[in-house]
């Protein structure tokens, strides 16, 4: 079939390469498969919204050549095998017709990107594609949770070795118990494994187990992928705390589910504290899921909306879809972004938890056709090394 990119070269059939896909927690997923799966307690080669990593070392990727380049130097250097996160961009465009996939992990299935897709059965459509083009002998790995997974094995061909994992009595691997602290994540199965990770929260957990059964697919041993999860390297920009009291932490939450699970990480982890959130919506996205998005957010103590990646849009126009959705809670609405963050810091208490969500590991915010640099890790830091002094 006609895709928007070229044909694999002949090596790539050479590599085991794995595709993650899902609305959210594709790239926690990929991040953390790519460390259960490495054979010298490393990571394999793995694509995710970070850059193209490989051997210790993140390289932003903008060209499928590009790509392509890297794997081929990542190849000649002896890897057997890849984790790719893929977007439903591009599956729509064809990455799984021309690339050839051994494995597929699907995550999740929530509203988001109907400005690209208009519908959300075009969304799943664009997201089945990686599994669709399995070939016989490969495998699948499927959240028995989400009722999308019924309609993906639907297209699963003949031949695949499908997994699943869950908290129900229909998963393969099922999830009784999910621990979180300050210190990451542990995950106990029906069978008796117990699964730590570095990660905070219990989404993450979830996601360690689909990475978990994928590693077993790929050919490592169960206890052997374990181990590599709980030393995977730390994962930029996903609740990961910057400063300890008050915790401030940045995450790139911004769906509503995954600002949901966000809220609701940073509840348990408060222990008694207030929650606050910082956030916005970006420009030229789907302005339909500003609403739930603002509501998911609206769970904390203290809401403060500001600037995310206006691009062309009025950040006063989004910021005004963002208010709406929360009328009859008092809501501040504060548009630089660094005045948003300072503004969040100066009354919060020592167990307090601020999640400055959306951006994550980004390090530009983008207004009208300006990339200006920004971080909201640096930016935090900024604020509290002025004020406070880590304990």
């Given at each position: 079939?006609?895709?928007?990119?070229?044909?694999?070269?002949?090596?790539?059939?050479?590599?085991?390469?794995?595709?993650?896909?899902?609305?959210?927690?594709?790239?926690?997923?990929?991040?953390?498969?790519?460390?259960?799966?490495?054979?010298?307690?490393?990571?394999l080669p793995v694509l995710t919204t970070l850059g193209f990593t490989a051997?210790?070392?993140?390289?932003?990727?903008?060209?499928?050549?590009?790509?392509?380049?890297?794997?081929?130097?990542?190849?000649?250097?002896?890897?057997?095998?890849?984790?790719?996160?893929?977007?439903?961009?591009?599956?729509?465009?064809?990455?799984?017709?021309?690339?050839?996939?051994?494995?597929?992990?699907?995550?999740?299935?929530?509203?988001?990107?109907?400005?690209?897709?208009?519908?959300?059965?075009?969304?799943?459509?664009?997201?089945?594609?990686?599994?669709?083009?399995?070939?016989?002998?490969?495998?699948?790995?499927?959240?028995?949770?989400?009722?999308?997974?019924?309609?993906?094995?639907?297209?699963?061909?003949?031949?695949?070795?499908?997994?699943?994992?869950?908290?129900?009595?229909?998963?393969?691997?099922?999830?009784?118990?999910?621990?979180?602290?300050?210190?990451?994540?542990?995950?106990?199965?029906?069978?008796?494994?117990?699964?730590?990770?570095?990660?905070?929260?219990?989404?993450?957990?979830?996601?360690?187990?689909?990475?978990?059964?994928?590693?077993q697919s790929m050919g490592t041993e169960p206890s052997r992928a374990a181990?590599?999860?709980?030393?995977?390297?730390?994962?930029?920009?996903?609740?990961?705390?910057?400063?300890?009291?008050?915790?401030?932490?940045?995450?790139?939450?911004?769906?509503?589910?995954?600002?949901?699970?966000?809220?609701?990480?940073?509840?348990?982890?408060?222990?008694?504290?207030?929650?606050?959130?910082?956030?916005?919506?970006?420009?030229?996205?789907?302005?339909?899921?500003?609403?739930?998005?603002?509501?998911?957010?609206?769970?904390?103590?203290?809401?403060?909306?500001?600037?995310?990646?206006?691009?062309?849009?009025?950040?006063?126009?989004?910021?005004?879809?963002?208010?709406?959705?929360?009328?009859?809670?008092?809501?501040?609405?504060?548009?630089?972004?660094?005045?948003?963050?300072?503004?969040?810091?100066?009354?919060?208490?020592?167990?307090?938890?601020?999640?400055?969500?959306?951006?994550?590991?980004?390090?530009?915010?983008?207004?009208?056709?300006?990339?200006?640099?920004?971080?909201?890790?640096?930016?935090?830091?900024?604020?509290?090394?002025?004020?406070?002094?880590?304990?």
């Amino acid at each position: 079939m006609p895709t928007g990119f070229p044909a694999a070269p002949a090596w790539a059939r050479d590599l085991c390469s794995v595709g993650v896909t899902g609305t959210n927690g594709k790239t926690s997923t990929s991040w953390m498969l790519a460390a259960a799966s490495a054979d010298d307690g490393g990571m394999l080669p793995v694509l995710t919204t970070l850059g193209f990593t490989a051997d210790g070392v993140t390289v932003p990727l903008a060209e499928h050549a590009v790509f392509v380049e890297r794997m081929k130097r990542a190849y000649d250097a002896g890897a057997r095998a890849a984790v790719l996160e893929m977007t439903s961009l591009s599956l729509a465009n064809g990455a799984a017709a021309a690339w050839p996939f051994l494995g597929a992990v699907f995550t999740n299935f929530t509203r988001d990107h109907l400005d690209i897709h208009a519908t959300a059965e075009h969304y799943l459509a664009s997201k089945a594609q990686l599994f669709v083009h399995l070939e016989a002998g490969a495998f699948a790995v499927l959240n028995a949770d989400d009722p999308a997974s019924s309609l993906l094995e639907e297209v699963i061909p003949k031949g695949v070795r499908v997994h699943r994992y869950g908290h129900g009595e229909g998963a393969d691997a099922r999830i009784v118990d999910v621990s979180v602290s300050w210190e990451g994540t542990t995950v106990r199965l029906g069978d008796g494994t117990v699964l730590s990770i570095p990660l905070v929260g219990r989404h993450f957990g979830v996601n360690a187990v689909a990475a978990w059964i994928a590693a077993q697919s790929m050919g490592t041993e169960p206890s052997r992928a374990a181990a590599r999860l709980a030393s995977a390297p730390p994962l930029s920009g996903r609740f990961e705390r910057v400063w300890p009291g008050p915790h401030v932490v940045v995450d790139y939450a911004h769906s509503p589910d995954a600002m949901g699970k966000t809220v609701a990480t940073a509840r348990h982890l408060a222990r008694g504290g207030g929650v606050t959130v910082v956030f916005g919506a970006a420009g030229g996205t789907d302005p339909g899921h500003r609403p739930a998005f603002a509501r998911a957010a609206g769970s904390a103590d203290r809401v403060v909306i500001t600037t995310d990646n206006p691009r062309d849009e009025d950040p006063t126009v989004i910021a005004s879809h963002l208010r709406a959705a929360l009328e009859g809670r008092e809501v501040e609405v504060v548009l630089d972004r660094r005045e948003a963050i300072e503004a969040a810091l100066r009354e919060a208490k020592e167990d307090d938890v601020v999640v400055l969500a959306g951006k994550g590991h980004e390090t530009v915010q983008i207004i009208g056709r300006e990339r200006r640099p920004w971080c909201d890790r640096e930016a935090a830091l900024d604020v509290l090394g002025r004020a406070r002094r880590p304990r």
